[in-house]
């Protein structure tokens, strides 16, 4: 066994070693508005569904130099966003918006994706996303003065037809792949879902 004692380590040897155990990480792929009002698009795996409330969790870490990305400051100042879970068509286009880009450059207009009107936020949808999960800020805390967990209200769902399974009124996950990411620094690589598996109730043997 490989042991790892995490209390005394730096930060980056902390980050390389827990983002290549804790796999797969689903991906919010989040559109927020810009303070001009132009789209931000970018990815987060620290990344967390909590269902009962209906809430997501992302982990914000600082741009070089400190400054927030600008999904967090938009968060802050909107209040508003839309996270998508990208699928493997998507792949490419996701991983490209880990960029960090100029503030105030739209990720959406270098890609060639398109939007239609959020239902209840101002943040739009992407028009290529099988998933997209309307969201309000809820509230942050400050886990460390480069990290900050932002929690969001889920207000709305929406899911490509083709994915929905109307018998159980809810996505088949057999029907589309979302992408996961594995390690992040040794890497960055992502996976699918490979086989689907489905057992019965827990019962011990
Ligand atoms: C797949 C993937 C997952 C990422 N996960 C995170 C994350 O959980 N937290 C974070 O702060 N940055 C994460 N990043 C880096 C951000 O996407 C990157 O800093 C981006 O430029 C932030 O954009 P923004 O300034 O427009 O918000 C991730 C990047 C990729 C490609």
């Excluded at 870490?61 to 998507?90: F, M, Y």
């Excluded at 083709?162 to 992040?184: K, V, Y």
Aim: aromatic share 4%.
């Amino acid at each position: 066994m490989i042991t790892r004692d995490l209390r005394q380590a730096a930060p980056r040897d902390i980050y390389r070693i827990l983002t290549s155990l804790v796999i797969p990480r689903p991906i919010a792929w989040v559109s927020t508005l810009n303070p001009d009002d132009s789209v931000n698009l970018a990815p987060f795996s620290a990344f967390m569904g909590i269902f009962n409330p209906p809430m997501v969790a992302i982990n914000f870490g600082r741009r070089k130099g400190g400054a927030l990305k600008d999904t967090q400051r938009n968060l802050r100042d909107r209040g508003e966003a839309v996270v998508h879970l990208p699928d493997a068509p998507l792949l490419a286009a996701m991983h490209a918006c880990g960029e960090d880009l100029p503030e105030g450059e739209s990720e959406l207009a270098r890609l060639g994706l398109t939007t239609t009107p959020g239902h209840l936020v101002a943040p739009p949808i992407l028009a290529q996303a099988p998933v997209a999960l309307e969201c309000r800020f809820n509230r942050e805390v400050l886990l460390s003065p480069e990290s900050t967990l932002m929690l969001l209200d889920v207000l709305m769902a929406h899911a490509r037809d083709g994915i929905w399974n109307e018998t159980d009124d809810c996505a088949d996950a057999s029907r589309w792949e979302p992408m996961a990411r594995l390690a992040s620094v040794a890497g960055p690589n992502y996976a699918g879902l490979g086989e689907r598996l489905t057992l019965g109730p827990p019962k011990l043997p």
